[in-house]
């Protein structure tokens, strides 16, 4: 009989937790010289350059903390590995890393890639903290509402996306009429989409059309000419930036004028290259970073950043350091590397001075902070407005 997804995956699982568990569960209490650290993030596959940005960023902060000495006069051992971009594979690599002796882990940066290494994380009972992972569900169970106590993240959730955008086309664009192009095939997406809709709706907007796009869709006009008939005054499209570059290209060669809106899945160098500089100009995205915000935290991680990697970073580099940065500040509070003491302390961050600002870890192991909202103009993003939570 072919085994259903569902599951495989069960047995994967548990076959993973049996391996850990031979190895002594969790034995990730540091005594050595060093502090082991996991990096579980995409490195290749459809979500590779959020997974290598954030990767990066972290990397940049941990060199930075050796270089100033560790923490609790301990160098951080990185432990990279790559999940592929892949659930399952996510899974497998944390059980790795749980017996490689991590003390923490973090990453993935998309919340189904971390959705497949929580069950090994909370088996395990060791702190995972996402850089870029948005969805409700990544802290709290979906079921039950019950808070997934091990599992943490330096970004702002799905649904504070969704109404900040919906605030901003009411508001800034004076929208009274939107159209919602989603991609249908992510949690990611719907999620923003709802909210986007509840807030425009609540106040005073009439939603005119709401679509839907799969994941590796490439042709998108016979949908948005039925958008282009209902004359929007503003149109949201929450997705990756693989079907959105595509679809905004699209849309202006229809003549599609309006603004256009989306979240933190558009952020990719491949933006511009795909739809064109052009093509982008009035189009808007929420995030968590923006190189050209004039606080000067921001301004000497740019510079520390290019002396590294020779470009302008972005917000997973951001939030990947942020992760890595906050992971330091737990550990510090801890007093020692022990994972159980290391989750307590992040349940206590408080007022965290983070690139992508400053932080306080609410009781759903969210960050609360400030919300940015990014403009396109001739290909460059620009810092279009700051919103306070």
Not at 83 to 108: F, H, N, R, T
């Amino acid at each position: 009989m072919k085994m259903s997804r569902k599951m495989t995956m069960v047995v994967l699982m548990l076959f993973m937790l049996a391996i850990v568990a031979g190895c002594g569960g969790n034995s990730s209490t540091q005594t050595g010289d060093t502090i082991k650290v996991g990096l579980n993030v995409e490195l290749s596959g459809s979500a590779a350059t959020y997974g290598t940005d954030a990767r990066d960023g972290a990397l940049l902060a941990l060199e930075e903390i050796n270089a100033a000495g560790g923490v609790l006069g301990k160098q951080l051992e990185p432990v990279v590995r790559d999940c592929k971009s892949i659930a399952d594979e996510a899974m497998s690599v944390s059980a790795a890393l749980v017996g490689e002796g991590i003390v923490a882990q973090i990453g993935p940066l998309t919340s189904g890639n971390v959705g497949g290494s929580t069950p090994v994380m909370m088996e395990n009972k060791i702190p995972l903290i996402a850089p870029a992972a948005t969805a409700v569900t990544v802290t709290v169970d979906e079921k039950t509402g019950n808070l997934k106590d091990y599992i943490f993240r330096t970004c702002f959730i799905d649904p504070f996306q969704g109404t900040l955008m919906a605030r901003f086309a009411l508001d800034d664009m004076q929208a009274k009429t939107a159209a919602i192009y989603k991609d249908s095939s992510t949690d990611y997406a719907k999620g923003l989409a709802e909210y986007f809709k509840k807030t425009f709706e609540e106040n005073g907007g009439t939603i005119v059309a709401a679509e839907g796009f799969v994941k590796d869709d490439r042709d998108f006009r016979a949908t948005l000419t039925k958008i282009r008939s209902k004359n929007p005054d503003f149109i949201y499209v929450p997705g990756y930036y693989q079907e959105v570059a595509p679809l905004i290209k699209q849309a202006r060669e229809l003549g599609i004028t309006a603004p256009i809106g989306g979240g933190d899945g558009w952020v990719s160098e491949d933006m511009v290259k795909v739809a064109g500089a052009a093509n982008l100009n009035n189009t808007y995205l929420t995030c968590d970073f923006s190189a050209a915000d004039p606080d000067p935290v921001v301004a000497e991680f740019i510079k520390t950043f290019k002396a590294k990697y020779n470009k302008t970073p972005n917000s997973f580099n951001a939030l990947g350091y942020d992760a890595m940065q906050l992971l330091v500040q737990a550990i510090k509070d801890a007093g020692e590397p022990d994972p159980e003491k290391i989750k307590s302390a992040l349940e206590n961050i408080r007022d965290f001075q983070g690139i992508t600002g400053k932080m306080t870890i609410d009781e759903n192991h969210n960050p609360v902070k400030v919300g940015i909202i990014l403009e396109y103009k001739d290909g460059v993003q620009s810092l279009k407005t700051k919103v306070q939570p």
